[in-house]
């Protein structure tokens, strides 16, 4: 039977019992599909990932912990008659704040948004078991057995503590100094700041924006021309957009997450897991244009992503847990020191031709994060299209201020 408490990082994306905060993935496919093999590929999952038949427990002990449930409830299937290309949107924005609190009910559900020949599928789930990744692992999954309800998946066991992850050689005597005095620090730096009454008040939104083919090429040809890639210009392109529209406002940073999968193999690419490291990477003052700003930001993340020690960020962060609570109440207050979280999770790998339907396309994940600065870019690119959502609060970020912002990086971009 699985218990484990939440990790640090977990606790920061589950925040509470009464805060929902959901990632929606979404993929639109064209041709018939069939409810009961929905019901039966969702059981094939469910019985592959040790997450899906777990509940969260904030009742037991001081902090919560993941528990398996003996008589978990299959996974959720809410049906929508579709109506309009955007419905997958709208739906997406309601499903942000639905709670999975529901006794025995799995950390997951299923929105299908069907139509006579297009359908839309959403997955949802909390952000405290999911990344970006595990969200294409649950979709390529779900589409195959969708396909073929016969095919099988291959369970594997969850892991019971980060420790696990240690590499041979790690000396936890003298790291647990260290980390006794970041704690110490923390408190301290906790302890300091003054407590701010802002909270965002208003209404979470999604823009989205894909672009065709011809645009996406001529953006990709653009960076192999330039030696940089496309996460250096989208985050160049960005940051240059909000000093233009926000002037000094602007503070010239976005936080870039990276897949912890990159640093930590045991974690599996089809494995459901939520920590990602970030790195800061920033507008350089020196640089001449918008092209000259990628190729320094792509030194920057590269220098950076060297210097990650993935294994003891998440041994480390299971020293703080005594001051998580103090660090949701910042990020609730804190306008932060950045423009945007910018997640770029590249190419989806999943296959676009099926015996039954055909994939037509992948919407970027969309997410509402209850923070103040709640500023939030993710880019996929499915198809040969690239494609954006971009979230925020509009008593953070007017919704037109964020259009504009949208806009003027996709200029840059493409100019």
């Known amino acids: 039977m699985m218990k484990r408490r939440l990790m640090m990082v977990e606790r920061i994306m589950y925040v509470d019992a009464q805060t929902p905060l959901n990632c929606v993935f979404t993929a639109k496919v064209s041709g ?46 809410r049906m929508v008659p579709r109506q309009t290309e955007n ?7 309601t499903e942000w704040f639905r709670l999975f609190d529901e006794d025995k009910k799995p950390l997951a559900r299923l929105v299908w948004i069907k139509g006579k020949e297009v359908s839309e599928i959403l997955w949802v789930m909390p952000h405290c078991i999911s990344d970006g990744t595990t969200g294409v692992t649950l979709m390529r999954e779900l589409l195959a057995l969708l396909d073929d309800p016969s095919s099988e998946l291959l369970p594997y066991e969850a892991f019971r503590s980060v420790d696990e992850f240690l590499p041979s050689g790690f000396d936890a005597g003298k790291k647990k100094y260290k980390a006794y005095l970041y704690l110490i620090m923390a408190k301290i730096f906790f302890m300091t700041q003054k407590k701010s009454r802002i909270k965002n008040l208003g209404k979470n939104y999604a823009l989205h924006r894909k672009l065709d083919s011809q645009v996406t090429r001529q953006i990709t040809e653009k960076c192999k021309a330039n030696g940089i890639s ?16 926000q002037g000094k406002k602007a503070k010239g940073k976005v936080i870039s997450p990276v897949d912890v ?38 030194k920057e993340l590269t220098q950076k992503i060297q210097k990650i020690e993935a294994r ?22 804190s ?12 190419k989806i790998d999943i296959p676009r031709d099926y015996k039954h339907f055909t994939l037509e396309t992948i919407y970027s994940p969309t ?33 037109e201020e964020a259009i504009q912002i949208k806009d003027k990086a996709i200029e840059l971009m493409t100019s």
């Open 230 to 245: 496309v996460h250096a210009l989208l985050c160049a392109a960005f940051m240059q957009a909000f000093r233009e529209i």
């Open 335 to 346: 306008r932060g020191g950045h423009d945007i979280t910018l997640s770029n999770m590249g």
């Open 32 to 77: 018939v599909l069939s409810e009961e093999n929905f019901r039966l590929a969702l059981a094939k999952i469910q019985k592959k990932h040790p997450l899906l038949r777990t509940v969260i427990d904030d009742q037991s002990e001081t902090y919560p912990f993941f528990t398996e449930e003996k008589e978990i409830k299959p996974i959720p299937l």
């Open 367 to 399: 997410v509402a994060f209850p923070w103040l600065n709640s500023n939030t870019l993710v880019a996929t690119t499915y198809n040969q299209q690239m494609d954006f959502t971009f979230m925020s609060n509009e008593h953070f970020l007017p919704k």
């Open 312 to 333: 003891e960020l998440l041994w480390m962060g299971e020293r703080m847990h005594p001051i998580v609570d103090r660090m949701i109440s910042m990020l609730k207050s």
């Open 87 to 93: 419905d997958w949107l709208l739906e997406s924005e």
């Open 261 to 298: 999968r990159h640093f930590i193999p045991e974690i599996g690419q089809d494995h459901l897991f939520a920590f990602a490291p970030t790195v800061e990477l920033s507008l350089k003052k020196e640089a001449q244009n918008i092209l000259d700003n990628a190729k320094e930001i792509k």
